[in-house]
């Protein structure tokens, strides 16, 4: 099975698990982050680092690019957008001037899944509101 399925399956069995910052645990709790920790966790076992401990509002407190490094640190460069496809990870800017601090997974048929602090894990549209902040997109590493 391509590395793509593999992580939309994934993504898909954590839909419903409810919301809980700096948790990863399919069912019981995940934020953003942690949804694409266990979905790396299936594909390769174990994580690559801890992220240690980080509050709520760390990226408007501190402006430090945390998402964007690890994800360049672990997925490798960026892809462009135009070439984005299903369970390529998506990196969320919510302000131009802010640290990217979201993230999500492209399902296709122009959803995303994600963890949103009101919802839990959720399939939601990729409607313009939502694509205008991708600040970076980025495809999970073959086995």
């Known amino acids: 099975m391509k590395i793509s399925a593999r992580v939309l399956n994934g993504a898909a069995g954590w839909v419903g ?3 809980r910052h700096q948790a990863s645990l399919k ?3 995940c934020d ?13 076992g174990e994580e690559p680092e801890e992220p240690g401990p980080y509050a709520p509002d760390w ?11 690890a994800a360049l640190k672990h ?5 462009a957008r135009d070439d984005m496809q299903p369970g390529d990870v998506l990196l969320f800017r919510f302000r131009p001037e802010a640290a990217a601090k979201h993230l999500g997974i492209l399902a296709g048929e122009g ?5 949103y602090e ?13 694509a205008r902040r991708i600040a970076a997109v980025h495809r999970f590493p073959d086995i």
């Open 17 to 19: 698990t409810p919301y």
């Open 27 to 29: 069912g019981v709790g």
């Open 32 to 44: 953003c982050l942690g949804l694409v920790r266990g979905i790396w966790r299936e594909l390769y």
């Open 59 to 69: 990226a408007e407190r501190s402006g430090v690019e945390r998402l964007a490094e």
């Open 75 to 79: 997925f490798g460069p960026p892809i």
């Open 111 to 115: 959803r995303f899944i994600h963890a």
């Open 118 to 130: 009101q919802a839990g894990v959720i399939s939601s549209p990729l409607v313009p509101s939502w």
